[in-house]
């Protein structure tokens, strides 16, 4: 998928609603990795194609696939979908820093930033 990301492109648009979702987010994730450069509709089209799937499987992927190619000039239709994952995604189920552990604190001391922080290293 790295060396080849047009043609899984392709692929993915192929893939019937009920493939494995870990179909859809390898090639999510082959094209965030690759050094072969490529056409910002093309990944545009990729990312719109698994945001359209039922219950929205592959959220994280289509993230990291927006900052790993942040760098690439993102029309607004294509920041609505990123928007949705910030705003609405179900993951995590629970806040942790509003969640008391088995001693009683608060993981991060409630705090919300400091959650914010550790979780991009979790």
């Not at 043609?7 to 090639?27: D, E, G, H, M, T």
């Not at 698994?50 to 942040?70: N, T, V």
Request: with cysteine; proline share 6%.
């Amino acid at each position: 998928m790295k060396q080849d990301p047009r043609r899984f492109s392709k692929l993915v648009c192929q893939f019937p609603n009920n493939s494995n979702p870990s179909y859809f987010n390898a090639i999510l994730s082959g094209i965030a990795e690759s050094s072969v450069q490529i056409d910002i509709q093309i990944v545009f089209r990729v990312c719109l194609r698994c945001h359209q799937l039922p219950q929205k499987p592959c959220g994280r992927s289509i993230s990291e696939l927006f900052q790993k190619l942040a760098h690439l000039s993102w029309t607004p239709n294509a920041l609505d979908i990123i928007s949705h994952y910030a705003l609405y995604d179900s993951s995590p189920e629970e806040e942790l820093w509003r969640t008391k552990t088995s001693t009683g604190d608060i993981y991060s001391g409630g705090d919300i930033l400091i959650a914010g922080f550790k979780s991009i290293f979790e």
